[in-house]
């Protein structure tokens, strides 16, 4: 029996009169055709004239085989005549009322073209020539003796003596040899017979613009994150503090902010991070706050060593290497250059000795404001520091996830081992798991992806990030030094037009709405798992093999 759509039909069909031709012939189509063929009642197609106006139409049945193509019938009950003065066509039922009717080849025929040219828009559709073909059944006229016109071949028909051998006409129907570009037995295959169905039938879910989705997502973690600052307001005027937390519970923000409420109360204030993409961008937005430094570390430390014309020798690891005690002797030579507060973010990445420098960097390092906000994350920071322990009697702890949705969060917190964190903002889309084999693969997948989100989903090319692991250099999701068409550049000097491409350590600490984590296969270091999967805000996409997408969801 063949495949059915709809199957059952539906009772306003079944208790129709004028349906039932179409219902006779439905059941003969299900019951003579083997189970490789599949059969659509009832399609109906919109389709444009060349005046642009629009014309609409629908096909009685469509019935299709991976082998041999697809036919386009047209059922019409009754005795079907077309008058020779006219050519205006009617159908005279059994109770011998005519009404005029559509000229039933011209509609399968209509059909079957706007079907056709559908189908090779279709998402899916490996385009190439394939055997489409229609035909009209008459099951209440009988056969005439000769063609119906030059246009109307008998063999398109089949007429009511005839339905007994309806698998016969329908397979002979495809298997006729048409005109050079109308050949026989040019299947739709697997991948067609999909697409086929995805047109006609296809199910159909109408969710909420992915664009609005992520507008009204980043909004509330927009709020919350505005919310999250009240926890200064509790930590008072206390001198000395670490806090601890998870990605996205907000040390970043209270770090700047707490760092922007000291220089404007009129204390000279430094704000540092280990992060030279972080640090450049905390030096841009706080530029115009007066009695604020802002920076990487060891870029602070090379600004205020040159302030004090102090030279350090050597080049490369060994010059940064060399840095910290050029602060530290800075201090000694010029104390006015020191700073009645530090805030110090991301404090799991400084060692000891450059924070007991910074601490030597205020003008009372013993009571001094000095703050460190952490990251307390077990499972990736092994190393316990000293000097942040002795900061304060216990860490104030940040339990709330406000930067990511409650999906994203879930993904990243099976990489977290600490002081369990709790999303507050809203659950958001499902991240993407996106399977890619080679690096071809790789870079089709994200260029389709940020194609998607700036084309149809509303994203500026400056929401979005593609994080890798491994070099950016030639790498293969450049496309001519492109991503989805659009330029690409660096953390540090992002900008609205461009997409980051970046890796995943240089863009620790900071964030986009969208992230495309690529190279599933070589994130194996758990710190960068987990700083990879808690980038995003809203919109997460993991490209990678399909193994090692698995462990990344389940470790």
Same mark, same amino acid.
């Given at each position: 029996m063949a495949r059915m759509y709809p199957d059952p039909l539906p009772d306003d069909v079944l208790a129709n009169p004028y349906r039932e031709a179409e219902v006779d012939v439905y059941n003969r189509?299900?019951?003579?055709?083997p189970d490789d063929w599949v059969c659509w009642y009832s399609r109906p197609w919109l389709g444009l004239l060349s005046s642009g106006e629009e014309k609409d139409g629908e096909a009685d049945f469509v019935v299709a085989h991976p082998d041999h193509g697809f036919l386009v019938i047209e059922v019409k009950g009754g005795t079907v005549r077309r008058e020779e003065k006219t050519e205006r066509w009617t159908s005279t039922n059994r109770l011998r009322i005519t009404n005029v009717i559509k000229d039933p080849v011209k509609q399968a025929r209509d059909s079957k073209y706007e079907l056709l040219k559908k189908l090779k828009?279709?998402?899916?559709?490996?385009?190439?020539?394939?055997?489409a073909r229609y035909g009209v059944i008459l099951p209440d006229s009988a056969k005439p003796a000769h063609d119906l016109g030059p246009g109307m071949p008998l063999r398109i028909f089949l007429f009511g003596e005839d339905l007994k051998y309806l698998r016969e006409w329908v397979e002979a129907r495809l298997s006729a040899q048409g005109d050079a570009n109308d050949r026989p037995g040019l299947g739709l295959g697997p991948d067609g017979m999909r697409a086929l169905h995805e047109m006609v039938a296809g199910r159909i879910e109408l969710r909420p613009s992915l664009a609005r989705a992520l507008r009204n997502d980043?909004?509330?973690?927009?709020?919350l994150t505005a919310e999250q600052v009240d926890?200064?307001? *509790?930590?008072?005027?206390?001198?000395? *503090?670490?806090?601890?937390? %998870?990605?996205?519970?907000?040390?970043?923000?209270?770090?700047?902010?707490k760092a922007a409420r000291l220089a404007e109360s009129g204390s000279r204030t430094l704000l540092t991070c280990f992060n030279v993409p972080l640090g450049q961008h905390l030096a841009r937005i706080t530029k115009d706050i007066p009695l604020l430094e802002a920076g990487s570390f060891h870029a602070v430390c090379d600004r205020l060593r040159r302030k004090a014309d102090l030279s350090v020798r050597g080049d490369g690891q060994a010059f940064y290497d060399q840095l910290p005690a050029a602060l530290a002797n800075t201090m000694v030579c010029r104390p006015e250059l020191r700073f009645d507060a530090v805030v110090v973010d991301e404090g799991q990445d400084f060692d000891d000795e450059w924070l007991d420098v910074l601490q030597r960097c205020l003008v009372d390092p013993e009571a001094?404001?000095?703050?460190?906000?952490?990251?307390?994350?077990q499972r990736v920071y092994t190393r316990r520091s000293r000097a942040i322990a002795e900061l304060s009697q216990s860490p104030f702890n940040l339990v709330h996830n406000f930067r990511n949705t409650r999906a994203i969060h879930a993904a990243a917190r099976s990489w977290y081992r600490g002081k369990m964190t709790r999303a507050l903002g809203p659950e958001g889309e499902p991240v993407a798991w996106v399977e890619a084999a080679t690096g071809a693969d790789t870079a089709t997948k994200v260029d389709g992806l940020v194609r998607d989100l700036v084309s149809r989903h509303g994203l500026t090319p400056g929401q979005i990030a593609v994080l890798t692991v491994r070099p950016?250099?030639?790498?293969?999701?450049?496309?001519?030094?492109?991503? %989805? %068409?659009f330029t690409v550049t660096t953390a540090e000097a992002s900008r609205e037009d461009a997409v980051v491409f970046?890796?995943?350590?240089?863009?620790?600490?900071?964030e986009?709405?969208?992230v495309i984590l690529v190279d599933a296969d070589e994130l194996i270091d758990p710190e960068l798992a987990y700083v990879g999967l808690s980038r995003p805000g809203v919109w997460l996409a993991v490209i990678g093999p399909t193994s090692d997408l698995a462990r990344l969801r389940s470790d």
């Open positions: 189509l299900r019951d003579q055709l828009i279709q998402p899916g559709w490996r385009r190439r020539f394939v055997t980043y909004r509330q973690i927009e709020r926890i200064l307001d *509790m930590l008072g005027d206390t001198p000395r *503090m670490a806090i601890a937390g %998870g990605a996205g519970t907000g040390k970043t923000i209270l770090a700047l902010e001094g404001c000095f703050y460190v906000f952490y990251d307390d994350n950016t250099n030639d790498h293969p999701a450049l496309q001519g030094g492109t991503v %989805g %068409g970046d890796t995943v350590r240089r863009f620790k600490g900071l986009r709405q969208a």
